[in-house]
C-alpha cells in the first residue's frame, strides 16, 4: 500500500505521518480537523478491502471495539469509508504516543517480577472488561500494547484480529504473522477458533517473554512456531531463572497449558490470582488488612504495697495494753475476712462475664465471621465459599448495564466485611443488560404514538415531517430506533410524521425528445407510461402528447402518460435495395418499419435481390408488407 500521508479522509481526518505498516493495514498519526486533535487512523489494504465478507466483519467488529470503556483500552472513535479521494476503509481511534511493549522488551531484556506484575495487571483489567462483554481480543502480543508518555498502559486492536492468521501465505518474511504465530494458543492454530482461554494463553506467553527476556519458542517459518505451540510444552520459568516464585511460575504454566479447560476461564480469573501472588509477595498490597488482628499484650498486675513491721514496744500495763491489741486484731480480722467474701464475690462475676462474652464472641451467636469477595462469580461459585463458612444465601436479581448475565454484582455485606455466625450474606446477581423493545408507532397520530411510548420507560426525542406516498398526512411514518429493536432504559425515539404526498410542478415536454422526458420525469418521481405511434409532423422519437399536460401541480409519484414519435406513417422503397445482398436488404428495409418477405429463385450460392414488389420509389404505410425475389 503506498504512502497516503498528505491525504484528507472523509473530509474530516488529515494524515500527517505514516507510524506503521502491517499485514492488514497502515496506521497514520492525523489531525481531526473538525475537533482540532491528534488522533490515529487505520486504513485497511486495498486487496482487503476488496473482500466483501473481511470488510463486513472489519465493520462489524469495530463496533464492537467501540462499545469497550476502559482506561487500558485504546479507545475506538469512528469507522468509515472514504469516497473522496483515495478508497480507503478507515478505523480511528486514540492517539497514544509512546511506545510498544515490544520496544521496551528491546531495550530491557527481562523484567524484574515485581515490574512484570506490575504490567500484566493493568493489561489483564482491559481483557477482564472484555471478556465480561464476550468480546475476545484474539492477537494479543507486545507489539499491541502501549504505554503512553505519562505511563498508562493500553491494549490496541481490540475485536479487530478475526482475519486468518496462518495459512498459505505464511512465510519468513512475513515479520507480523511471525509475530502473532509466536502468541497463538494451540486451539487457534488447530482449528482456528478462539475465546477468552486463547486471551489468557496470549497474555501467558506476554507475561513468559517478560520475565524470560525471551519467546518460548523460536524457528525459521512461522509454521515451526505453531507446530511447537501444539506439540511441545511451555518451559517453566523457574527452569530458565530460580529467583521467580514458586507460585507465579505455576500460574504461569497454568495461564499457557496445551488444553484450554486448564488454564484460567477469564483473564479476570487469571488477574485475581495474579493479584494473590502480588500480596503474598509484598503483604503491604492486601487492601483488605485494617490492622484489627494486632496481637493483645496482657496486663501485668501492680505489686501490692509492703506493709511496715510494727516493732513491739514495751508495753504498761501489759495486761490492758494486751486486751486491747486482741480487741483489735479481731476487728482487723472481721473487716480483712469481710473484704476477702467481697473480692471472691467480684472475681466470680468477672470470671462468669469473662467466660459468657468469650463464649458469646468465639462460638456463640457474638461469633463474626469475615464475608469473601464474591464480585465476578457466578451463584454457584460463591455458594461453594459461603457455605462452608456456615452462612446462608439470599438473592437478589439486578439488570446491570456491564455484569454478565448470571454474575455476581455485588454482596451485601462487601466481601473483607464481618457478619455474624450462621447469618446471611445478601447476593445482586446480574439479569444483564436491561432492554426495552421499542413500540410499533408507524401509522399513529403523533400524539398517540407519545402516549404509548411514555407507557415504556422511553423518552420521546424530535418529531420530523417528510412527504410520503403510502402514509397519510399526519400519521407515524417510522421511528429512531425502528419498532422492535431492544434499547436501554430512557433512550430517546425520534419519530418521522407524513407531510402527505409531495406537489411537484410538471413540466410540459411536447415536441422535445422523449428520451429526456423520460428521464427527467423518472428522477422527478413520477411514474411514466410511454406509448409510440408514427406521426406525420413530429419528428422520430420526439414527444407527441404528455398527459397531464404541463403547467399543473400533481402528486409525487402520480402516473404520467407520454406518446413518443416514431415518425411518419409513409415511406418510399430504396432503389438501392435492387443488388443488395439478401440479408442486407432485408435488414434495410425493416429499418424503414417494413415488414419483409424473401422469395428465393436459382441456385445461386450468393443471393442478391431480383425484384421488388411494390417496385423501388414506390411510397408505402409503414407497417406493411415488401416482397424482395433474390436469386
Given at each position: 500500500m503506498s504512502d497516503l500521508t498528505g491525504e484528507l479522509i472523509d473530509g474530516r481526518y488529515q494524515l500527517l505521518r505514516q507510524v506503521a505498516n502491517g499485514g492488514m493495514a497502515s496506521i497514520y498519526e492525523a489531525i481531526d480537523t473538525r475537533l482540532d486533535r491528534k488522533v490515529a487512523v487505520k486504513i485497511m489494504h486495498p486487496h482487503l478491502a476488496q473482500d466483501e465478507a473481511f470488510v463486513s466483519r472489519f465493520i462489524k467488529e469495530a463496533k464492537a471495539a467501540a462499545a469497550l470503556s476502559h482506561p487500558n483500552i485504546v479507545a475506538v472513535q469512528d469507522q468509515g469509508w472514504n469516497q473522496s479521494g483515495v478508497p480507503a476503509i478507515f478505523l480511528v481511534m486514540e492517539l497514544i504516543e509512546g511506545h510498544t511493549l515490544r520496544e521496551y522488551l528491546n531495550e530491557r531484556g527481562r523484567f524484574e517480577t515485581k515490574d512484570a506484575i506490575n504490567y500484566l495487571t493493568p493489561i489483564l483489567s482491559a481483557l477482564a472488561a472484555a471478556h465480561l462483554l464476550g468480546i475476545v481480543h484474539r492477537d494479543i502480543k507486545p507489539e499491541n500494547i502501549l504505554i503512553s508518555k505519562d505511563g498508562r498502559i493500553k491494549i490496541a486492536d481490540f475485536g479487530l484480529a478475526r482475519g486468518e492468521i496462518i495459512g498459505s501465505t505464511m512465510t519468513a518474511e512475513s515479520s507480523v504473522i511471525l509475530g502473532s504465530v509466536s502468541y497463538l494458543?494451540?486451539?487457534?492454530?488447530?482449528?482456528?477458533?478462539?475465546?477468552?482461554?486463547?486471551?489468557?494463553?496470549?497474555?501467558?506467553?506476554?507475561?513468559?517473554?517478560?520475565?524470560?527476556?525471551?519467546?518460548?519458542?523460536?524457528?525459521?517459518?512461522?509454521?515451526?512456531?505453531?507446530?511447537?505451540?501444539?506439540?511441545?510444552?511451555?518451559?517453566?520459568?523457574?527452569?530458565?531463572?530460580?529467583?521467580?516464585?514458586?507460585?507465579?511460575?505455576?500460574?504461569?504454566?497454568?495461564?499457557?497449558?496445551?488444553?484450554?479447560?486448564?488454564?484460567?476461564?477469564?483473564?479476570?480469573?487469571?488477574?485475581?490470582?495474579?493479584?494473590?501472588?502480588?500480596?503474598?509477595?509484598?503483604?503491604?498490597?492486601?487492601?483488605m488488612d485494617l490492622g484489627l488482628d494486632l496481637p493483645v499484650e496482657p496486663i501485668r498486675e501492680k505489686p501490692r504495697k509492703k506493709v511496715k513491721e510494727v516493732v513491739p514496744v514495751e508495753q504498761t500495763p501489759a495486761v490492758v495494753e494486751t486486751t486491747k491489741e486482741i480487741r483489735r486484731k479481731e476487728e482487723k480480722k472481721k473487716r480483712a475476712s469481710k473484704r476477702v467474701r467481697r473480692n471472691r464475690k467480684v472475681a466470680l462475676v468477672l470470671a462468669v462475664a469473662l467466660g459468657v462474652g468469650g463464649w458469646w464472641s468465639l462460638v456463640g451467636p457474638g461469633s463474626r465471621v469475615v464475608v469473601p469477595s464474591t464480585i465476578g462469580g457466578s451463584y454457584e461459585e460463591a455458594v461453594n465459599i459461603i457455605a462452608p463458612l456456615g452462612l446462608t444465601t439470599v438473592v437478589e436479581n439486578r439488570f446491570d448495564e456491564e455484569i454478565a448475565k448470571g454474575r455476581i454484582i455485588e454482596s451485601i455485606p462487601a466481601g473483607g466485611d464481618r457478619v455474624d455466625a450462621a447469618g446471611s450474606v445478601k447476593l445482586i446477581i446480574s439479569k444483564g443488560p436491561e432492554r426495552f423493545s421499542v413500540p410499533m408507532t408507524t401509522g399513529l397520530t403523533p400524539e398517540a404514538a407519545q402516549t404509548v411510548l411514555k407507557k415504556s420507560p422511553?423518552?420521546?426525542?424530535?418529531?420530523?415531517?417528510?412527504?410520503?406516498?403510502?402514509?397519510?398526512?399526519?400519521?407515524?411514518?417510522?421511528?429512531?430506533?425502528?419498532?422492535?429493536?431492544?434499547?436501554?432504559?430512557?433512550?430517546?425515539?425520534?419519530?418521522?410524521?407524513?407531510?402527505?404526498?409531495?406537489?411537484?410542478?410538471?413540466?410540459?415536454?411536447?415536441?422535445?425528445?422523449?428520451?429526456?422526458?423520460?428521464?427527467?420525469?423518472?428522477?422527478?418521481?413520477?411514474?411514466?407510461?410511454?406509448?409510440?405511434?408514427?406521426?406525420?409532423?413530429?419528428?422520430?422519437?420526439?414527444?407527441?402528447?404528455?398527459?397531464?399536460?404541463?403547467?399543473?401541480?400533481?402528486?409525487?409519484?402520480?402516473?404520467?402518460?407520454?406518446?413518443?414519435?416514431?415518425?411518419?406513417?409513409?415511406?418510399?422503397?430504396?432503389?438501392?435495395?435492387?443488388?443488395?445482398?439478401?440479408?442486407?436488404?432485408?435488414?434495410?428495409?425493416?429499418?424503414?418499419?417494413?415488414?419483409?418477405?424473401?422469395?428465393?429463385?436459382?441456385n445461386n450460392k450468393k443471393k442478391t435481390v431480383k425484384r421488388v414488389s411494390p417496385v423501388v420509389n414506390t411510397k408505402v404505410k409503414r407497417g406493411s408488407t415488401v416482397t424482395i425475389t433474390v436469386g
Open positions: 494458543s494451540p486451539e487457534q492454530v488447530q482449528r482456528g477458533v478462539a475465546d477468552s482461554r486463547s486471551d489468557v494463553y496470549a497474555t501467558g506467553i506476554v507475561a513468559y517473554e517478560m520475565l524470560i527476556g525471551d519467546k518460548p519458542f523460536s524457528a525459521e517459518t512461522p509454521i515451526q512456531i505453531a507446530y511447537m505451540h501444539v506439540n511441545e510444552e511451555i518451559p517453566r520459568l523457574r527452569s530458565k531463572r530460580r529467583d521467580i516464585p514458586q507460585s507465579l511460575d505455576d500460574l504461569i504454566a497454568s495461564a499457557t497449558a496445551k488444553n484450554p479447560d486448564d488454564r484460567p476461564r477469564t483473564a479476570g480469573d487469571f488477574l485475581a490470582r495474579l493479584q494473590q501472588i502480588q500480596i503474598d509477595l509484598d503483604p503491604r498490597k492486601n487492601q422511553l423518552l420521546v426525542g424530535q418529531i420530523r415531517e417528510v412527504f410520503s406516498t403510502e402514509i397519510p398526512k399526519g400519521f407515524v411514518i417510522s421511528s429512531s430506533p425502528v419498532s422492535g429493536t431492544s434499547v436501554k432504559r430512557d433512550t430517546t425515539i425520534n419519530l418521522v410524521v407524513s407531510k402527505g404526498v409531495q406537489q411537484i410542478a410538471l413540466v410540459s415536454y411536447l415536441g422535445k425528445s422523449g428520451e429526456q422526458a423520460l428521464n427527467e420525469l423518472t428522477e422527478t418521481g413520477f411514474s411514466v407510461e410511454v406509448g409510440y405511434a408514427f406521426n406525420d409532423n413530429v419528428p422520430e422519437l420526439a414527444v407527441i402528447s404528455q398527459t397531464p399536460s404541463g403547467g399543473v401541480s400533481i402528486n409525487k409519484g402520480a402516473r404520467v402518460v407520454i406518446q413518443i414519435s416514431k415518425g411518419p406513417r409513409y415511406t418510399f422503397i430504396p432503389k438501392t435495395v435492387i443488388t443488395m445482398e439478401a440479408s442486407a436488404a432485408k435488414a434495410m428495409l425493416e429499418s424503414l418499419g417494413l415488414k419483409v418477405k424473401v422469395v428465393v429463385i436459382g
